[in-house]
């Protein structure tokens, strides 16, 4: 048995498509079924649901043989025990700093001031503040960052940016990003090695459908 490790919503959405090129079809519509576990048409191959930041966790245990995992999810989870063999170039998007439209990021940055930042990504902003050499004070946060500077509780955010609606509709801006996003495949170090006749092909039709989808 193959155990697939998947978040409901647009990371499911989009590997379907990969699935597909693989002859795997999932049988259960995850927004309708309350099941976790779901079967496929083929009998050695199941989809488990996880919440996203989940996903590198269940591969690296076991509960799952692979999984699909953001970048961002992947840097914060720390990547131990986890094969990356493939970019599958679906839920592009990237970190960003982001903060009210009318505050001054830049000169705050020049004048060395401390900075207040709101975030559910803590390594990244860490790390990315450390190196320019910026004094943060970080505030962990699981959702809806937008909302911190609006109440006055953190000067930036730092945050998930595609169309830029979220922030706009919230009156922030972006004023730096920090790194470009897309979804891995993720692989089980055991796994690969025991499964190899099984999860050989597998990885080898992801990375052809990936690059045909590419154009
Ligand atoms: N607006 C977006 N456009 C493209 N990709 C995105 C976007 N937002 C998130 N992603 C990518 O999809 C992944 C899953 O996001 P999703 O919104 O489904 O989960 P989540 O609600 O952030 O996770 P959790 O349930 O663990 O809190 C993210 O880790 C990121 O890599
Ligand atoms: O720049 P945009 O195109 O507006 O996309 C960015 C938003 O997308 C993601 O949220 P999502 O819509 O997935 O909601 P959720 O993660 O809070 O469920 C992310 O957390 C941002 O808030």
Redesign the pocket.
């Known amino acids: 048995m193959i155990t697939l490790a998947l978040s409901k919503?647009?990371i499911f959405e989009e590997t379907l498509p990969l699935l597909a090129a693989a002859g795997i079809q999932v049988l259960e519509d995850p927004e309708k079924s309350r099941q976790l576990i779901l079967p496929t048409n083929r009998e050695d191959v199941r989809v488990v649901l996880v919440r996203a930041s989940d996903v590198p966790t269940y591969v690296q245990f076991g509960g799952a043989d692979m999984g699909v995992a953001g970048k961002d999810v992947l840097i914060e989870h720390g990547g131990q025990g986890l094969f990356q063999p493939l970019d599958l170039r679906i839920g592009r998007?990237r970190v960003s700093v982001a903060t009210p439209e009318h505050f001054d990021y830049h000169n705050v940055v020049r004048r060395g001031a401390r900075l207040r930042v709101a975030t559910k990504y803590t390594g990244i902003a860490r790390e990315f503040f450390a190196r320019k050499g910026v004094h943060v004070d970080l505030v962990k946060l699981y959702?809806?960052?937008?909302l911190a500077p609006l109440t006055g509780m953190a000067d930036a955010i730092v945050?998930?940016?595609?169309?830029?609606?979220?922030?706009r509709?919230n009156r922030l801006k972006e004023v730096e990003t920090i790194m470009e996003i897309s979804s891995q495949l993720v692989v089980n170090q055991a796994a690969l090695r025991l499964k190899q006749a099984q999860l050989r092909p597998l990885i080898n039709t992801f990375a052809q459908a990936v690059r045909h989808q590419d154009g």
């Open positions: 919503g647009r998007c959702g809806s960052m937008e945050d998930l940016v595609s169309t830029g609606n979220t922030l509709a």
